[in-house]
């Protein structure tokens, strides 16, 4: 399928084009040279916790297969790679003075991406966090932020010769809600304490991270990520426009927010005041980091209904497989014009200089025919999303980059191996791979 109506050119010629991974999926190996546990080594070993009894024990393999991956990325005409160092392949203990030889398999990733012509973009968490932190309290022990720092200390002084494209952290409100409140994700704890201490010390973290960053590497240009969704009440009522209202705080502004300077949407949200009790004196200043670009994430739209019996937040969301639309194989609204909506949403944010799409990408079942995977709905989907990535920026919105999730099928998290996002198909017997026809347009579009 091609479409007519997009042209790279459009976008301008310093848009960043790219495909994003992240670690604990693709890179397996995960006793390799040193490499301590993390909590979804833990988490994932547990009975009934991953769907189909799943692990990341090999996944992708790209620990040991890294120069073939990275030469499909050359092969297909992608020029920014962005992955996420493994923080207990670094510092097995989450501490100092960490493991040399987990430091050197990054060092021969980077310079083999540079000997590509592909810039890297590192992410310095996407969610696996050495078990031994999480053993002394994990992201809700404050002094996760002092070790967080340290990391990304060591990490600016490794790699920052070499790596000037930066992003802190990955998505903090998945790993916190899902990790810390429903439990359905690594460390697999609940409870509305767990969630509090999880958001304030991770937002400090944040910051931090950034100053840590900015400290030690030389014209960095440094980011953090979010995950957004576009939220829309189910009806007119008023009770309806409030739950969406404090659903909308909840995902897209509780994370962004503080570190704008904003401080928590307690207004807007009020069981967030319970954040207070975990205030030091300083954190309303040392929680504000001036970004050089902020990543936002969007796949879908979702549609809020107020209900009593909701906990905390008084709202449901209704199901997109209950309202007749389409939807992708994780059961999530097909609904492209929800770009358009989340750039529109964080561009009136006067602190935000320059806002990339770090994620964007669907998940849809695949089938080989004679050599060959076509992907026709996740190409309808990545071009959809385009053109109103491009509506945006042709009236203004400031939107700088455009990475696919992501590169190759990998350990989906709690969905295991069930859910197939890439631009190229891995069998995960033999490791074999196949660009699909997603990935052939993306080569042909940067071509």
Known sequence: MDDPKLRKEEFGTQFKWGVSTAAFQIEGAHDADGKGLSV??????????????????????????????????????????RFSLSWPRIMPSGKRPGNPAGRDYYNRVIDFLLECGIDPWVTLYHWDLPHALELEGGWTNRDIVFRFSEYAELCAKTYGDRVKNWIVMNEPSVFTGAGYFLGIHAPG????????????????????????????????????????????????????????????????????????????????????????????????????????????????????????YVPYIGAQLVKAEKRNVA????????????????????????????????????????????GNVNDS????????????????????????GYFVWTLTDNFEWAEGYNQRFGLVHVDFETQKRIIKQSGLWYRDFLK
């Open 40 to 81: 979804w080594d833990v988490f994932s070993a547990g009975k009934k916790k991953i769907k189909g009894g799943h692990n990341a024990l090999t996944a992708c393999d790209f620990y040991n297969t890294y120069k073939k991956d990275i030469g499909l990325v050359r092969d297909m005409n992608i020029p920014n790679f």
């Open 189 to 308: 704890k609940t409870g509305l304490k767990n969630y509090t201490r999880a958001i304030h010390n991770s937002t400090m973290a944040t910051a931090a991270g950034g100053r840590a960053l900015r400290e030690h590497v030389r014209d960095a240009n440094i980011g953090t990520t979010f995950s957004c969704t576009f939220i829309e009440p189910a009806s007119d009522s008023e009770k309806d426009f409030n739950a969406a209202k404090r659903v909308d705080a909840l995902l897209n502004r509780t994370f962004i927010e503080p570190l704008l300077g904003l401080g928590y949407p307690t207004a807007d949200l009020p069981i967030l005041r319970k954040l207070e009790k975990y205030m030091w004196h300083n954190d309303a200043k040392e929680m504000v980091f001036d970004f050089d670009f902020i990543g936002i994430q969007n796949y879908t739209r979702e549609i809020v209904k107020s209900v009593f």
């Open 327 to 370: 939807i992708t194989d994780m059961k999530w609204e097909v609904y492209p014009e929800a770009m358009y909506h989340m750039l529109k949403k964080y561009n009136q944010y006067d602190g935000i200089r320059k806002i990339i799409i770090t994620e964007n990408g669907a998940s849809f079942p695949d089938s080989i025919e004679n």
């Open 377 to 400: 709905k996740r190409l309808e989907y990545i071009q959809k999303n385009l053109e109103q990535l491009l509506r945006a920026k042709v009236e203004g919105c400031k939107v700088d």
